[in-house]
């Protein structure tokens, strides 16, 4: 234990000379966001639980550049999720579940990563929504359906970043299956974004052969460690628009298209959800989110989401699922670190979707009626 204390309190001293070095600079950081959540309906009965990162997952991290002259830089970061109740690792148990990569950065010419990280249209499209900005888990569509909450990163992923050229800018991504079945769980990305003035855009589209693959576990998106799901085949279409206005409040509408396919089996399911169905051919989901932030004051905000969400599921017998869900957030800031936040939500799915899914926000647990609700209040805590 002795040598674990030395190590973690040497952290600081070397991450603090380092920085002191103008061609290089490494900083830890993190975050810590804990609080108490009530639960309406868990299998028929509410729940009062102590929970760690809804709004954003609590994390700390090490990220590093380091100038190698001529406009290029070797960049790196290395993060891992915790719970805080508990101590325990994230993202399965991964030391740096959240991202590891190491890359090389050029002012001009843009970024390259090669490791654990979100995909392109993630990246790029996710922010658009109010589960990835502003809201967090309480805002998540449907079974996580378009990963809008970023819940499963890519392993052994090849990235580019362009940089802005007249206001638009270009990712794409590719995450190796690893396999010398070069299709079993692989995945490829691409995203691009536009900025005038106060209005910006994305359309982002991601394609994934045979995700969380019993075959193929260590390949791009890993069952133990995701909320993806279990299929063929997935794709996921992505668009959105924002306004920003002058005191940092915006409105934007986020849309998402996703297809996903059946094992030759006919299976479909979504590992985090606990959500598995056989006979199936394909479900197919449509999410249309309307979102905004408004700023009260410079230490006080409030956020606001809808989602209407439609899923057809087609089988032996095909039938259509409705979801609609509703989040609200207040925010106040007791410093530049610190702040007190409180936020609710409510989940309403028509009888099909509650029979073959369940209403289940965040994937707290399925609800017995077809209605679910969600509060909170926490505290988040950055260094």
Known sequence: MKKYGVLVAAVPLFCGCIS?????????????DNGIDYISNVGGKSNVAMESGDFTGSRWGIRGSEDLGTGLHAVFRLESGFNVNNGKLGQGGALFGRAAYVGLQHNDYGEIRMGRQYNAAT???????????????FADHPLDNDNSDGFYRSSNAAKYISPQIGGFQFEASYAFSNSTNFADNREYSFAGTYN??????????????NPSSATNPN?????????????????????????????????TLAYSHVDVYSTPDGTIGNVGYGVTLKGQDAWKF????????????????VAAAYTFTHAGVFALQSGSAVWHQGSLILNYALSKRSSLYVMGAYQHANRFAAAQFGADIAGYGKSSSQNQALARIAVLHKF
């Open 20 to 32: 002191a070095n103008a061609q290089s600079s490494v900083t830890l950081y993190g975050l810590i």
């Open 219 to 251: 390949g791009a998106i890993q069952p133990t460690t995701a909320f993806s799901f279990i299929g063929s085949s997935m794709q996921n279409i992505g668009a959105g628009l924002r306004w920003n206005f002058s005191n940092l409040s915006n409105l």
């Open 286 to 301: 449509d999410n249309v989110e309307l979102n905004g932030q408004y700023y009260i004051s410079p230490a006080l905000s």
């Open 123 to 137: 990246e790029a499209w996710a922010p658009y929504t109010a589960t990835f900005s502003t809201i967090g888990a």
């Open 196 to 209: 005038y003035g106060s209005l910006s855009g994305v359309v982002a589209y991601t394609r994934v052969n």
